[in-house]
């Protein structure tokens, strides 16, 4: 295996190329992006349970009258 070497780094030339602090990037977008994206993953895993406790409750009632029927 060889050793690779480092490429040597002009920093003094490229100290002044970052974003001075008041400016933003230009495509930054915003932060709470993902935040709303993860409230929307949880009311649409609060709205499946609710669907399913629904559908527990109908196949307990639907087996209750079958079984005072027969």
Sequence with gaps: ???M???PV???GRR???L???LAAEDGGRADVGAGAA???LLELFELQLRDQRLQRLRA???HA???TG
């Design 10 to 12: 002009d920093r003094a």
């Design 61 to 63: 009632a639907w087996a």
């Design 39 to 41: 409230k929307q993953v």
């Design 20 to 22: 001075p602090e008041h």
């Design 1 to 3: 295996m060889q050793r």
């Design 5 to 7: 070497r480092r490429m």
């Design 16 to 18: 002044h190329q970052r």
């Design 66 to 68: 079958a079984c005072s």
